[in-house]
């Protein structure tokens, strides 16, 4: 087939709006400035206030770092296009929101695992907590997190890079990598196995350790005393609903790119690809927000 230089893609989802582009491009914009404020705001109550230098709002912190991040690497990129009468964007742009995007994915997964191993300890072995919860090693829990999660999501750039496209049309409001991999003329063997291992394992080892942790925490729900069973609801709820609510989105976000989606309606294809970047960066503070604000209500007696 006659393959192409591709300098730039076509971002074949967007449909005409007419006027009503000014109200999206409000919505969107005030949806970021929502984001950007509920995040920041979290993360300097929990830096300001002494009380909040805990293991469990430490990597709270590193979740809330990386709704900022994520959104950043969709919101501007989205309030552009949609001003836009042309929806095009270069290579090597695409290539950097593929890589904030899928990191952003995997960060996410990544934090809630190891706050679900939080909680394991802090229900399970409060005794011993402090023991195996150090601030040495929460910095190495939240680096690691955060350094693998990057060269894991670098991989598929360097494979996607030297590809020969015959076309550079993708059906979708940003950048993806599988819709790239499908325009090449040559065997993506290579990619799709590597997409495939990589999405699995990144799912596969946060999901085993967050049932892991759940049914020791079970277990220890139903033998313990009633405050036991409250102190793990209480703190377990929060994170049991974000972990659904971002997995419902990813679960769909994978099934669009691996399989033909075309029997469902475009604008429903746009807002469920977009739900699991848009609704998980506000869902979150605003989960925890409340849920801190009544801990910190009760250590100051109201």
Same mark, same amino acid.
């Given at each position: 087939?006659? !393959?192409?230089?591709?300098?730039?893609?076509?971002?074949?989802?967007?449909?005409? /709006?007419?006027?009503?582009?000014?109200?999206?491009?409000?919505?969107?914009?005030?949806?970021?400035?929502? #984001?950007?404020?509920?995040?920041?705001?979290l993360?300097?109550?929990?830096?300001? =206030?002494?009380?909040?230098?805990e293991?469990?709002?430490?990597?709270?912190?590193?979740?809330?770092?990386?709704?900022?991040?994520? &959104?950043t690497?969709l919101?501007?990129?989205?309030?552009?296009?949609?001003?836009?009468?042309?929806?095009?964007?270069?290579?090597?742009?695409?290539? +950097?929101? #593929?890589?904030?995007?899928?990191?952003?994915?995997? #960060?996410?997964?990544?934090?809630?695992?190891?706050?679900?191993?939080?909680? *394991?300890?802090?229900?399970?072995?409060?005794?011993?907590? @402090?023991?195996?919860?150090?601030?040495?090693? #929460?910095?190495?829990?939240?680096?690691? /997190?955060? &350094?693998?999660?990057?060269?894991?999501?670098?991989?598929?750039?360097?494979?996607?890079?030297?590809?020969?496209?015959?076309? @550079?049309?993708? =059906?979708?409001?940003?950048?993806?990598?599988?819709?790239?991999v499908?325009?090449?003329?040559? @065997?993506?063997?290579? @990619?799709?196995?590597?997409? +495939?291992?990589?999405? !699995?394992?990144?799912?596969?080892?946060?999901?085993?350790?967050?049932?892991?942790?759940?049914i020791?925490?079970?277990?220890?729900?139903?033998s313990?005393?009633?405050?036991?069973?409250?102190?793990?609801?209480?703190?377990?709820?929060?994170?049991?609903?974000?972990?659904?609510?971002?997995?419902?989105?990813?679960f769909?976000?994978?099934?669009?790119?691996?399989?033909?989606?075309?029997?469902?309606? =475009?604008?429903?294809?746009?807002?469920?690809?977009? *739900?699991?970047?848009?609704?998980?960066?506000?869902?979150?503070?605003?989960?925890?927000?409340?849920?801190? &604000?009544?801990?910190?209500?009760?250590?100051?007696?109201?």
């Amino acid at each position: 087939m006659n !393959s192409t230089e591709v300098s730039y893609f076509t971002l074949a989802a967007y449909f005409h /709006t007419g006027v009503f582009k000014y109200l999206f491009f409000m919505i969107v914009m005030s949806l970021y400035l929502l #984001i950007i404020c509920a995040n920041v705001l979290l993360i300097v109550v929990i830096c300001l =206030n002494r009380s909040l230098h805990e293991p469990m709002y430490l990597f709270l912190c590193s979740l809330f770092v990386n709704e900022l991040y994520g &959104s950043t690497g969709l919101f501007p990129f989205l309030l552009v296009q949609i001003l836009s009468d042309i929806h095009t964007v270069s290579v090597p742009f695409c290539f +950097l929101q #593929i890589f904030c995007l899928y990191s952003y994915a995997c #960060i996410e997964f990544f934090n809630l695992a190891i706050m679900s191993y939080d909680r *394991y300890l802090a229900i399970c072995y409060p005794l011993q907590y @402090n023991i195996h919860m150090t601030h040495s090693r #929460i910095t190495v829990l939240i680096a690691l /997190t955060w &350094s693998y999660a990057s060269i894991l999501c670098m991989a598929p750039i360097a494979l996607i890079a030297p590809l020969q496209l015959c076309g @550079n049309i993708l =059906n979708k409001v940003y950048c993806d990598n599988y819709y790239i991999v499908k325009l090449a003329c040559v @065997n993506t063997t290579v @990619n799709n196995i590597y997409g +495939l291992v990589a999405t !699995s394992l990144t799912i596969l080892c946060a999901v085993i350790l967050i049932l892991y942790t759940y049914i020791k925490i079970l277990k220890v729900c139903f033998s313990g005393c009633k405050q036991t069973r409250q102190k793990a609801i209480s703190t377990c709820t929060p994170h049991l609903a974000s972990l659904l609510n971002f997995s419902f989105g990813a679960f769909f976000e994978i099934l669009q790119s691996r399989f033909d989606m075309s029997n469902i309606p =475009n604008k429903l294809r746009i807002f469920l690809s977009l *739900y699991w970047l848009t609704c998980q960066p506000l869902f979150n503070p605003l989960l925890y927000g409340l849920n801190m &604000s009544r801990e910190l209500a009760n250590d100051a007696g109201v």
